[in-house]
């Protein structure tokens, strides 16, 4: 059984990929929004906050003898507690993520970390628009003031409760689900009069591709807080070679105690 760490669009990616391969694999989520998105993708979803007390003993249960990844990238917990129970259990564990490519000729500005972006927006003028999601914005209010901001967001009630306890009005949000075009991003920008962007280097799943070509229609700087820097065992760009990766490390593998041979 393949334990499918999932929520994000490229895990429900995976998850067709595996059901239309016939794979035998449950998927993990978080939240209940990855929940209703997970279910329709896979007959087998589990809503789990996992830890180290209770990570091998689900893995146990339910037989689970190989490990996909396909979190955010920037959900670090969780990946590095993944490959270290999988070590533990000996259990292969495989990072799913797609990889980004960036023009040279955009209006970057890479940063590593929350901190340092607030660093380098404090020494900017005019609205900020922050496509970073719902969690971080608090911390952005109160590095750099509440004012400055406009936030897009899921559009869920937690969400909402969040931003105003922060300090952010309705003028500030954007509750709205994505995927976004790149015009899309021009028109939330410009309604915003947002004279720079943050974002996540989320990768294409996360349309980054589009925001920066957005930015760069309007000519504002788009600051983008790189990947966590995880040394992850394996990892595949795709899935086909995810497929190539399962058909020659996990076929092989499970194949003896499935007694039958499964083609990806």
């Known amino acids: 059984m393949i334990l499918l760490l999932g929520g994000t669009s490229e895990s429900l990616a995976v998850a067709d990929y595996l059901r239309m391969h016939n794979a035998l694999f ?4 978080v939240s209940d929004y990855g929940a209703k998105l997970a279910q329709q993708h896979s007959k087998k979803v589990n809503q789990i906050i996992f830890s180290e007390e209770n990570f ?3 893995c146990r249960n339910n037989k689970i003898d190989f490990i996909v990844d396909a979190t955010h990238p920037f959900a670090r917990i969780i990946s590095k507690l993944a490959i270290d129970e999988a070590q533990k259990l000996n259990i292969p564990y495989l990072r799913f993520e797609r990889q980004n490519e960036y023009s ?9 970390s929350l901190a340092d972006a607030c660093r380098y927006l404090q020494n900017t003028d005019g609205k900020i628009y922050l496509s970073t999601g719902s969690k971080t914005a608090p911390q952005y209010a109160d590095e750099l003031g509440v004012k400055r901001l406009h936030v897009r967001v899921l559009p869920t009630l937690k969400v909402m409760e969040n931003l105003t306890n922060a300090g952010f009005i309705a003028s500030q949000i954007d509750a709205i689900q994505g995927p976004f075009t790149t015009a899309m991003n021009i028109e939330l920008f410009k309604h915003a009069d947002a004279q720079i962007v943050v974002t996540k280097e989320s990768g294409r799943q996360g ?5 920066i070509a957005a930015c760069e229609q309007l000519g504002i700087p788009c600051v983008i807080i790189r990947r966590p820097q995880i040394k992850y065992p394996h990892v595949v760009a795709d899935l086909k070679e995810l497929g190539k990766y399962l058909e020659e ?6 194949n003896a105690s499935r007694g039958r041979a499964g083609k990806f």
């Open 26 to 29: 449950t998927v993990s989520v």
């Open 56 to 58: 091998s003993a689900f």
């Open 104 to 112: 040279k000729n955009t209006m970057l500005k890479m940063v590593d």
């Open 207 to 211: 349309r980054i591709q589009e925001k």
């Open 249 to 254: 490390n996990y076929e092989r593998q499970s």
